[in-house]
């Protein structure tokens, strides 16, 4: 079976720091990419970041440019959301979701987040910024 499962979540203060950590089994690991998602109340199910394990190649969502990088251990199958200088409105259940790597890079701008090739998903953490 496929699992993919977050941790890291939590209560962060404004301007401050959180880390993400996506454990994945069930899949092989490198020909897949692993993407966070992240979902407010009353907002859009969102894109954040992804990672294609093949090439390494990361994307990011305009809102989090610059102040969340993504990365993958493919010896742990772990792919990690580091996320700083967050803001209220990072505040969101966050899902780890993945896809075939191939898709993910043959897909440019809106269409690399599409629920169309994002076939796995994990329970979700919740990550609440305070102002």
């Known amino acids: 079976d496929v699992r993919l499962v977050e941790s890291g979540g939590g209560l962060a203060q404004a301007g401050g720091s959180l880390t993400l950590s996506c454990v994945v089994s069930?899949?092989?690991?490198?020909?897949?990419?692993v993407g966070w998602f992240r979902q407010a109340p009353g907002k859009e199910h969102e894109g954040v970041s992804c990672i294609v394990n093949e090439d390494g190649s990361t994307h990011y969502a305009d809102s989090v440019k610059g102040r969340f990088t993504i990365s993958s251990d493919n010896a742990k199958n772990t792919v990690y959301l580091q996320m700083n200088s967050l803001t209220p409105e990072d505040t969101a259940v966050y899902y780890c979701r993945g896809a075939w790597g191939r898709t993910v890079a043959e897909n440019g701008g809106g269409n690399r987040w599409s629920s169309l090739y994002w076939d796995y998903w994990g329970q979700g953490t919740q990550v609440t910024v305070s102002s």
């Open positions: 069930g899949i092989t690991f490198h020909d897949y990419a």
